[in-house]
């Protein structure tokens, strides 16, 4: 793997640290709900499977 596709898992995990972070992750908690799951966990568990997405397809496109 070169080094701008590590990189480019590396902005994946800076990008979690600040979307999962305490002072974001509680503008979710909230009273609603989406499709019956409540506004939090949707949230993330949403952020959470996107990034394995990311992380897969950078990792299946990119690995040597």
């Given at each position: 793997?070169?080094?701008?596709?590590?990189?480019?898992?590396v902005i994946?995990?800076?990008?979690?640290?600040?979307?999962?972070?305490?002072?974001?992750?509680?503008?979710?908690?909230?009273?609603?709900?989406?499709?019956?799951?409540p506004l939090?966990?949707?949230?993330?568990?949403t952020?959470?499977?996107?990034s394995?997405?990311?992380?897969?397809?950078?990792?299946?496109?990119?690995?040597?």
């Amino acid at each position: 793997m070169k080094k701008r596709h590590e990189q480019k898992l590396v902005i994946v995990s800076i990008a979690l640290l600040l979307v999962l972070n305490i002072p974001i992750v509680l503008v979710f908690n909230l009273d609603g709900a989406i499709f019956g799951i409540p506004l939090f966990y949707f949230y993330v568990f949403t952020v959470w499977i996107l990034s394995i997405i990311i992380s897969y397809i950078v990792l299946k496109r990119y690995y040597e």
